[in-house]
């Protein structure tokens, strides 16, 4: 039996990723300092098993708030908290973290 040449059309154009991505996501490549990528990989890892896009998408959000806090302080008319202020705010909060105003018994 003679042999015959079959030509097959295979439907494979040399990729295996798509090439476009799903919903709203870019592929993106950056260099980042080893210790901040360390601090990012551990995020993922405790926070959202290991998926460090989310803990990107993460970083992106708390950036995202606070300029969106920055803009909204300038639209009221710049801070009016003083350094000394906040300082006091901050002491008063870590010194008693969560703790509920005592309640006085009442008189019989």
């Keep these: 039996m003679p042999a015959v ?3 097959y059309s ?3 154009h040399g990729r295996n990723m798509a090439t476009t991505r799903p919903g709203k996501t870019v592929k993106v490549s950056i260099s980042i300092d080893r210790g901040d990528l360390a601090i990012l990989r551990r995020r993922a890892r405790e926070s ?3 998926n460090l896009s ?3 998408s993460e970083a992106a959000r708390l950036i995202r708030q ?3 806090r920055t803009r909204l302080i300038d639209m009221l008319g710049g801070p009016t908290l003083t350094v000394g202020a906040a300082q006091s705010i901050d002491a008063e909060q870590t010194r008693n973290p969560g703790a509920s105003k005592r309640r006085r018994a009442r008189a019989a």
């Design 48 to 50: 959202y098993r290991g």
């Design 5 to 7: 040449a079959v030509r």
């Design 54 to 56: 989310a803990a990107f």
């Design 66 to 68: 606070r300029a969106a």
């Design 10 to 12: 295979l439907y494979y």
